[in-house]
């Protein structure tokens, strides 16, 4: 478990939920985080086409290294071993960075479009990425070629993966469904259950379901077993009046299997979706928050506060704007669900 109380100690901290920041911080916003899964090392890219890694201590964020892309970077992910982190972004290429030997990055996998999210499958010791290409690519990353082109529909805007598990979701509200034993073949493609376009994914920790977030400020709970439709649900969140917000990011904890969500309106929240509770709202956050992520064991929930440039370049000020990064330590009250009343306990 990491401890956090020492960090930024003695100093003001401006933020709402007393979370800790990240220093230094990107210099422009930040496009998705991804901790190892071995240690607390943390990896942010960003829209100044750096790939930044801290190490998470107790009493400190400690910046480790940092590479350099062409173009703004859009999406990580780590290599199960946590030696080695793959980048990707506008440049249409990804980047292979053998960041714990301190070596140079390489390039291993290109698109012909900006390359908008990427995933390691352990399993199949192969890297998928998806792009506004309109495919997904497979990549061996000790060759030039991927192993497999799987054609999509529309856009890739989001993907997640929880083996044997994969969900892609695509411009015009498409969700494909994979089974990654059989890649090339579509297991089940469905409409979206939310009517506004898709902004996040996240599979259940069992494979069984996935959750799915738009930018209409709402998420659908979706199962995938026929006999289970009737356990589907959709649920508001990130509104405030009249006010609707992005939902841009999906985390399950790694442990109670909860999860996060987390809005252009600048909250997070924790949230059961077997008992269909909230289980802690946190306070807002003067900037949205266009990405998180839970460390390997949850003890660490990290999350970016900046422009998100739903409002486009005229609502950006290059002179006033700021990034943050920062770090919350979830309380087990906020992300362990609460016995359901009446069942003793048991779920």
């Known amino acids: 478990m990491a401890n956090l109380s020492g960090l930024n100690a003695g100093a003001v901290n401006p933020n709402p939920n007393k979370s800790f920041e990240v220093l230094p911080a990107p210099s422009d916003s930040v496009s998705s985080l991804s ?77 012909d479009a900006p390359i908008k999210e990427m995933a390691w499958i352990q399993q199949m010791n192969l890297l998928v990425t998806g792009s506004l290409d ?41 969700l494909i469904i994979y089974n990654l034993q059989n890649p090339q073949t579509e297991f089940k493609r469905i409409t979206s259950p939310l009517k506004y376009q898709t902004r996040c994914l996240a599979a259940f920790p069992d494979q069984q379901g996935f959750l799915v977030g738009s930018i209409e400020g709402r998420v659908g709970v ?36 909860t999860f996060a ?37 949850g003890s660490i929930f990290a999350y970016a506060v900046c422009y998100d440039w739903s409002k486009g370049a005229e609502n950006h000020n290059p002179a006033t704007a700021k990034t943050y990064i920062y770090l919350h330590s979830p309380q087990e009250s906020e992300v362990k669900a609460k016995p359901r009343i009446g069942t003793g306990g048991r779920k």
């Open 35 to 111: 901790f190892g899964p071995k240690g607390n090392y943390l990896v942010a890219t960003s829209w100044d086409n750096q790939v930044r890694c801290w190490e998470i201590l107790a009493g400190s964020s400690q910046p480790k290294a940092s590479i350099s892309h062409d173009h703004p970077v859009l999406c990580s992910t780590w290599k199960d071993d946590g030696t080695t982190v793959f980048s990707g972004g506008c440049d249409k290429l990804v980047k292979m960075w053998p960041l714990m030997s301190g070596g140079q990055p390489t390039q291993v996998a290109a698109h």
């Open 261 to 297: 969500t987390a809005g252009s309106d600048g909250a997070f929240n924790f949230w059961d979706k077997d008992s269909k509770q909230r289980l802690k709202a946190m306070a807002r956050c003067p900037y949205p928050i266009p990405c998180s992520a839970f460390n390997h064991d």
């Open 134 to 174: 309109k495919t997904l690519r497979y990549w061996d990353t000790r060759q030039a070629q991927p192993v497999h082109t799987q054609q999509l529909p529309e856009r890739c805007y989001a993907l997640t993966v929880q083996y044997p598990l994969m969900v892609v979701g695509t411009a015009d509200r498409h």
């Open 222 to 257: 979706h199962h995938l077993d026929d006999a289970q439709q009737s356990k589907n649900f959709t649920f508001k969140c990130h509104r405030e009046g009249n006010e609707i917000y992005s939902v841009n990011s999906l985390n399950f904890h790694p442990v109670h299997h």
